[in-house]
């Protein structure tokens, strides 16, 4: 018979074992009822399913730690800021955001931070499509969210989006529905 490790508890209980990092109910009914479904949906996935989860898993880890240290370096800006200023003044998150064009249009670069990433025309053209397109607020963030993911995963690296609940989503499809008219 297979040893217990951690992993295995954790994989059977959602909890790691002999940690005390986050209890269960600091985490609330909500993430329970979520790991409890995961959990039952795992013995039905191939390797291939598994082995989506769990690189999708690993980014939003990845995006929650980039978020946290934004969110501490942020705090120390607005703190520097604000002493000069002598107040505190956070920049809203539109404001973070800017497309710039190349001369000949063949690309343009969305700016987040002091940072950039380079998009084609084409891909920009699919995101105005995907922004514009029918359907709920909900559903176009998680159209371009998904796509992102699809087809540009290189944009989590510069703009830390968790999901497509994310501020940063909806500050993106706002920026490309006000900086782009669909024809």
Do not use: C
Not at 19 to 35: I, Q, R, V
Not at 39 to 57: H, K, M, T
Not at 155 to 174: E, S, T
């Amino acid at each position: 018979m297979a040893k217990k490790t951690a992993k295995t508890e954790k994989a059977k209980t959602g909890k790691a074992a002999g940690k005390n990092s986050k209890k269960t109910g600091e985490k609330g009914d909500e993430w329970e009822s979520l790991a409890g479904e995961l959990r039952s949906l795992i013995p039905q996935l191939d390797s291939e399913g598994l082995a989506f989860l769990v690189e999708q898993a690993k980014v939003h880890l990845y995006n929650m730690r980039v978020d946290e240290l934004n969110k501490a370096a942020a705090a120390v800006d607005a703190g520097e800021a604000g002493q000069k200023r002598g107040r505190l003044t956070p920049k809203p998150a539109e404001e973070e955001f800017r497309i710039d064009g190349t001369e000949s249009g063949s690309s343009y670069y969305l700016h987040y931070r002091n940072n950039e990433i380079m998009f084609s025309r084409s891909e920009m053209i699919h995101l105005v499509k995907i922004v514009n397109a029918e359907g709920t607020n909900l559903e176009i963030r998680e159209r371009l969210y998904n796509w992102f993911d699809r087809e540009r995963k290189d944009i989590f690296a510069l703009v830390p989006m968790k999901d497509k609940f994310d501020d940063r989503l909806k500050a993106l499809v706002a920026l490309f529905r006000k900086s782009f008219k669909p024809r």
